[in-house]
């Protein structure tokens, strides 16, 4: 009797374990708590995806994989909160926004490699960051594996469907199963289109005490972290070369490629300037244009654009809020790195040659930069450097106190 009712309940366990698996794997698919299948969204349910951020770099090499997109944009968090793949200067569609929050120019290539590899592409914005150029502290990110990508660095196929079981089988999706159920509510991160949403964004703001705060703990982390020991190249990797194999790919496989440098605010290239990188930030907009007329003239094709945004404009320079001022809402601007997507669209209205009725852009807003220009064009931003900070001498000042403090919240307390 003992061992009958021992076997009976070994065969129990035998049927409950499988039984018990397929269960968690079959919720996981359902809850698909990080996107990357195509499945059923229901209000209330799942179709909220909160961790999508935490998984970024999976779940938009899986979407693209799923979307199969024509045209992309890549970059930074910058390019994922202010360049829209609605914007109607598009051509070729579905869009979707591969732009990647920290990613550095290795990572950006590899994933426009990803992408051409699943579905050749007809058109591709790239928005480049100066710090996306630092080899020191713009290492490879911890969720970043290259095996999840659709070909290897040289452009071989290889198997990148490796994700898919881990994303249904693993602890850490079923605990972000559970936390997708109960957090329907909040807003979603990220749009099915790979932009980033930033509609309770400003209510985040003023809940800090408004915009000035939010520029003054931006800048820090500039000043001190991606700004820091800047160097092109370490013995890992040199993101010239990089780069130089992008620009090549992309003459090399007639992709419709612009090139664009970044609007942030002028207080992020006083940044640079008072961390002693003002050559260095020149010096890389001259290496852009150079590989890229060298690269051109290698494949016989006809140039790619470079668009200049950064520097000091009707845009760039917008008056920030005082500090304390948690009510007054910045038109363009959430803080001196990210741009709003009001301002990325002005941004495509003069790459696409774009015209939107009811809407002008600046003509000091973009400047195409080639070799025959770009000396004349660097000493320009240098002297509306100077200019800018006459007329804006508290932020100015703002920024060289907060590149010499340890603690910013001496430079709250000044203000």
């Not at 579905?119 to 150029?133: A, E």
């Not at 780069?243 to 970044?262: D, N, P």
Request: proline share 4%; hydrophobic share 40%.
């Amino acid at each position: 009797m003992r061992h009958t009712l021992f076997s009976s309940y070994l065969k129990a366990i035998a049927w409950l374990i499988p039984i018990s698996l397929m269960t968690v794997f079959a919720f996981n698919r359902f809850m698909d708590p990080f996107d990357i299948f195509d499945g059923p969204r229901i209000e209330g349910i799942n179709a909220n995806k909160p961790h999508f951020l935490s998984h970024l770099r999976m779940s938009k090499a899986i979407a693209v994989q799923r979307l199969k997109p024509t045209a992309i944009i890549l970059g930074t968090s910058r390019a994922e909160a202010g360049i829209d793949p609605l914007h109607p200067g598009w051509s070729d569609h579905p869009v979707y926004n591969l732009a990647i929050s920290s990613a550095n120019i290795y990572e950006i290539f590899r994933y426009l490699q990803h992408a051409q590899a699943v579905q050749p592409l007809k058109q591709v914005v790239l928005m480049l960051d100066f710090f996306m150029f630092n080899a020191v502290s713009q290492d490879d990110k911890q969720d970043f594996d290259e095996r999840r990508l659709a070909v290897d660095v040289e452009g071989y196929p290889q198997g990148s469907n490796y994700d898919i079981f881990s994303s249904i089988a693993s602890l850490d999706a079923f605990r972000s199963s559970i936390d997708t159920f109960f957090k329907q509510s909040k807003t979603s991160d990220y749009f099915p289109n790979g932009m980033s949403n930033n509609t309770e964004k400003y209510n985040v703001i003023q809940g800090k005490g408004g915009h000035h705060y939010e520029f003054i703990f931006s800048e820090n982390c500039y000043l001190n972290n991606l700004y820091n020991n800047f160097n092109f190249a370490t013995a890992k990797r040199d993101l010239w070369q990089v780069y130089r194999q992008l620009i090549a790919m992309v003459y090399q496989q007639k992709l419709g490629l612009h090139i664009v440098i970044s609007p942030s605010h002028a207080r992020q290239f006083e940044a640079i300037a008072v961390k002693g990188l003002w050559q260095t930030f020149e010096q890389w907009k001259l290496q852009l244009v150079q590989i890229n007329e060298q690269e051109a003239a290698k494949s016989g094709e006809e140039l790619l654009p470079i668009w200049d945004f950064s520097g000091y404009n009707s845009y760039t320079t917008e008056k920030v809020p005082p500090l304390g001022d948690a009510n007054t809402e910045m038109q363009w601007y959430w803080e001196s790195s990210h741009y709003k997507k009001e301002l990325g669209d002005l941004v495509l209205d003069r790459v696409f040659g774009h015209q939107e009725p009811g809407r002008t852009v600046h003509p000091d807003f973009g400047t195409l930069i080639t070799s025959e220009n770009i000396e004349l064009h660097l000493r320009q931003v240098r002297n509306d450097r100077q200019k800018w900070r006459t007329s804006f001498p508290e932020d100015a000042q703002e920024i060289e106190r907060l590149g010499r403090a340890i603690d910013i919240s001496k430079i709250i307390q000044k203000r």
